[in-house]
């Protein structure tokens, strides 16, 4: 079975420009998330859809990130514009869903990390 | 407010020596407790998964267990391959909420 997949795995970019990640979660899963790890620290939840309808996005930045999920497959977090506090890695994870006992386990992709300069 | 401590930061043993990482949380309503780990330049591995105070799960040199408090992750004869961050993960019934601790980062030495 194939994993999460994310891209691009780095990106560089100036404050003040405009970043996007992609993912593509486990085929069959309902649920998506979207993390950031700044380095030394757990992951902080971004974002939680359930299919194509954001469930939680109270630690989503609002004023600069933004993050779809078209026909409740592939997603994609965007950064406008980015900041130098932005750098970090960007962790998509995917599950069968949220609400049942052993549905509600999180796989995730290997990241994107994300300098700002 | 609702919160997750990991504790020690870090922790290192030799080969064989047993020890435990400890995870301590303060929160209303908590779904599920979830022990990941990590590799350097990787996203978190799913270990364990526990619902219910006085639940445990093993899996080779590794058992977890869960309190109404906290949950340990017991590490038995490690090797160095055991050497990885470990990171907890709380879920909540309110709105599924779900928040990581800091991790532990535990170093085996031959």
């Known amino acids: 079975e194939a994993g999460v997949a994310q891209s691009p795995r780095y990106k560089i970019i100036e404050k003040r420009q405009s970043v996007a990640f992609w993912c593509n979660p486990i085929?069959?899963?309902?649920?998506l998330y979207w993390y950031q790890q700044i380095l030394g620290q757990g992951p902080k939840l971004l974002i939680q859809?359930?299919?194509?309808?954001?469930?939680?996005d109270s630690q989503l930045p609002k004023d600069r990130f933004s993050a779809e999920r078209l026909k409740g497959v592939d997603s994609t977090l965007k950064i406008q514009p980015a900041k130098l506090e932005d750098s970090a890695v960007y962790l998509c994870a995917s599950s069968l869903g949220p609400e049942t006992r052993g549905t509600d386990t999180q796989y995730f992709g290997p990241g994107t990390r994300l300098t700002v300069l | 407010e609702d919160q997750v401590t990991q504790s020690p930061e870090a922790l290192r043993l030799q080969e064989g020596e047993s020890s435990s990482l400890n995870c301590s949380y303060t929160v209303s309503g908590l779904r599920g407790l979830f022990w990941y780990r990590q590799d350097p330049g990787k996203g978190p591995e799913f270990l364990f998964t526990?619902?219910?105070a006085g639940e445990e799960k093993e899996k080779e040199r590794l058992k977890a267990t869960l309190t109404k408090k906290e949950s340990f992750l017991h590490i038995t004869a490690p090797k160095p391959e055991d050497s990885a961050t470990y990171l907890c993960?709380?879920?909540?019934?309110?709105?599924?909420?779900?928040?990581f601790g800091s991790g532990t980062k535990l170093n085996v030495k031959p």
């Open positions: 085929s069959g899963h309902a649920t």
């Open positions: 526990l619902y219910s």
């Open positions: 993960a709380v879920r909540l019934y309110n709105f599924n909420k779900f928040y």
């Open positions: 859809f359930q299919n194509n309808g954001v469930v939680d």
